[in-house]
């Protein structure tokens, strides 16, 4: 996936660099925990002692369902739209929370069905105004596919080019919890059932309905695929275009941080498919959705916050920040024993 | 316990309409989890529709303890003052997260062994240079503790007067989780080996022979006691300040975002004179310090994070703040449906 963005494994002799940093801070070794694990991590990325988290900016994938039509969502597919047109004008949770923590928001079209006015927040992948539906044939060609991952790649990568250290990955796209589980069922073997779950609003007969329908679908493509051929057979738009947007920050060697239950689906195609982006990426959370704690285990991934959220829009990742400034402020900003005049341990 | 502070109980009216108006956002209701109880928390503490989490202050308590002279901590008692004075430079992980997330702090002398020149960032408490130590008589009188609620109870609520709407409690104090373990086991009847942990970095055999002078200092005064009988008997002067303070800041209508084990151990003895402050508190989030997690559980509380610290200085608070200010952009900011014209669920 994406083999012209090649991506730099961390040095492993400055990580031992940084891991002395780290120890030689007024504290007990190992105090701050998880604080301590993302200021390693970041320096590891950046090939620096003094990190930085910011400037930061959430990538903001909408795309829409052909799948919608077979009645997996509580919500009509136009909410993605007006949703969009909600992030234009500044009124969502993903932008009240990006100001409130200092972070930019891209909002891109990666594939809505609706029709909204040219405005300079908005950008657009061109490729599909949503995808086919799943049921019936593949949701992207294989064409379709490529470029929403080499769009999601190439805007991700600019934005590190342009200066981002951490790119957050999140969406909006009705129906697309039944995607990430397709997907989840299709490139792990998850159980479909087990990843099935309420989305954004379904009560338990809706979520066993939606459950019928998955499998249906599934049934279509059956047994394990590759991430490519599930992306295509089940994937999102915007699904696609996180994952891109993964390997693309990641090859310019920008720290991912990784929001939700779609947004980890993304993440498993595409670390399934580029392992080497791994030591790139955070799990900003672990949300209410059921598939996600499953799909996080999968991944071996230990999320940073577990807030109850299932929201998407990249809200997880955006909450999740601070921590990662807070980390690289740890490492950039702390006397150490010796500056502060502090004494060692007793024995 | 302080009587004199008087703390008004939320409005249920008011609740009832804070809570609409979180349901009215452009979101699937309760999809923002914890976001969302704590902005009805902190509105309910504020009666208002936009409330404010900013300015915040952390009021950071250092206190020596007497019975450090019995071998419980693995650091010697001078560190205290050290670090105190590494605040007052700051250079300490409190300082730095206070600087990243745009929180103030107060240095409060609560009752260091140690000397420290005068400095317009320190308020000395003035009532001893440390507790006496517990295994041979009460660590504090009861004019001393009497002092310390007060001191700590006058600053918090001066600071909610001068305009903090969230105050955070933290803590230095070598010596402390052993001052905390014995709170809790006092006041709850919780099991001493259970609350027993490493605090800055004792090893196994250091923990278990921890454990067993704890046994010892608690059975000179066995059996459970009041909230104020076992402040004087093995709290330490900055826990005092901690417990006063949440009762300061609650009675002003301050929100109290509180840190980790110590800070619990002074919540619990606060909170179980005074539960009408209950309302008030936040439990910023669980750390490694085994004891921590009983004591949350005791006292019925889901802290918001959970990051494997096991520093204090307040700076589980500080990582979490930045929670209650996006729960308070979410309610001030965030477009409803109707102003937004995003439609409603389905059927």
Same mark, same amino acid.
């Given at each position: 996936?994406?083999?012209?963005?090649?991506?730099?494994?961390?040095?492993?002799?400055?990580?031992?660099?940084? =891991?002395?940093?780290?120890?030689?801070?007024?504290?007990?070794?190992?105090?701050?925990?998880?604080?301590? =694990?993302?200021?390693?991590?970041?320096?590891?990325? =950046?090939?620096?002692?003094?990190?930085?988290?910011?400037?930061?900016?959430?990538?903001?994938?909408?795309?829409?369902?052909?799948?919608?039509?077979?009645?997996?969502?509580?919500?009509?597919?136009?909410?993605?739209?007006?949703?969009?047109?909600?992030?234009?004008?500044?009124?969502?949770?993903?932008?009240?929370?990006?100001?409130?923590?200092?972070?930019?928001?891209?909002?891109?079209? @990666?594939?809505?069905?609706?029709?909204?006015?040219?405005?300079?927040?908005?950008?657009?992948?061109?490729?599909?105004?949503?995808?086919?539906?799943?049921?019936?044939?593949?949701?992207?060609?294989?064409?379709?596919?490529?470029?929403?991952?080499?769009?999601?790649?190439?805007?991700?990568?600019?934005?590190?080019?342009?200066?981002? *250290?951490?790119?957050?990955?999140?969406?909006?796209?009705?129906?697309?919890?039944?995607?990430? @589980?397709?997907?989840?069922?299709?490139?792990?073997?998850?159980?479909?059932?087990?990843? #099935?779950?309420?989305? @954004?609003?379904?009560?338990?007969?809706?979520?066993?309905?939606?459950?019928?329908?998955?499998?249906?679908?599934?049934?279509?493509?059956?047994?394990?695929?590759?991430?490519?051929?599930?992306?295509?057979?089940?994937?999102?738009?915007?699904?696609?275009?996180?994952?891109?947007?993964?390997?693309?920050?990641?090859?310019?060697?920008?720290?991912?941080?990784?929001?939700?239950?779609?947004?980890?689906?993304?993440?498993? #195609?595409?670390?399934?498919?580029?392992?080497?982006?791994?030591?790139?990426?955070?799990? @900003?959370?672990?949300?209410?959705?059921?598939?996600?704690?499953?799909?996080?285990?999968?991944?071996?991934?230990?999320?940073?916050?577990?807030?109850?959220? *299932?929201?998407?829009?990249?809200?997880?990742?955006?909450?999740?920040?601070?921590?990662?400034?807070?980390? #690289?402020?740890?490492?950039?900003?702390?006397?150490?024993?010796?500056?502060?005049?502090?004494?060692?341990?007793?024995?």
């Amino acid at each position: 996936m994406l083999s012209g963005y090649q991506i730099a494994a961390f040095d492993a002799a400055h990580l031992e660099a940084v =891991q002395a940093a780290i120890d030689f801070k007024t504290k007990p070794p190992g105090s701050l925990g998880r604080i301590e =694990q993302l200021a390693l991590q970041i320096a590891g990325a =950046q090939g620096t002692l003094k990190p930085a988290a910011d400037p930061a900016r959430l990538l903001l994938f909408a795309g829409d369902h052909g799948m919608v039509a077979e009645g997996v969502s509580a919500w009509p597919s136009e909410v993605t739209t007006q949703m969009v047109a909600n992030f234009l004008a500044g009124g969502a949770a993903a932008n009240v929370f990006a100001r409130a923590n200092d972070m930019a928001i891209t909002i891109i079209d @990666a594939g809505i069905a609706g029709e909204l006015p040219d405005s300079p927040q908005l950008v657009r992948a061109n490729i599909a105004k949503g995808t086919r539906n799943a049921m019936h044939e593949d949701a992207m060609s294989s064409a379709e596919l490529s470029a929403a991952l080499e769009f999601g790649a190439s805007l991700a990568a600019r934005a590190v080019e342009d200066g981002a *250290r951490v790119i957050a990955l999140g969406e909006m796209g009705i129906g697309n919890t039944s995607s990430a @589980a397709l997907l989840a069922h299709a490139v792990e073997g998850l159980d479909l059932t087990q990843l #099935c779950g309420p989305g @954004a609003g379904l009560d338990a007969p809706g979520v066993a309905r939606k459950a019928e329908i998955l499998k249906r679908i599934a049934a279509r493509r059956p047994g394990r695929l590759a991430p490519n051929d599930a992306l295509a057979a089940f994937g999102g738009l915007e699904i696609a275009g996180m994952a891109g947007a993964l390997i693309g920050a990641a090859a310019r060697g920008g720290i991912v941080l990784v929001d939700g239950f779609i947004a980890t689906a993304a993440a498993l #195609c595409a670390l399934r498919a580029r392992p080497d982006a791994m030591p790139y990426v955070v799990f @900003a959370h672990r949300s209410k959705e059921p598939g996600h704690r499953l799909l996080l285990e999968t991944l071996g991934a230990e999320p940073l916050v577990d807030l109850d959220l *299932r929201l998407g829009e990249g809200t997880g990742a955006l909450l999740a920040f601070p921590l990662l400034r807070a980390a #690289c402020a740890m490492l950039g900003e702390m006397a150490t024993f010796a500056s502060a005049g502090v004494s060692g341990k007793e024995g």
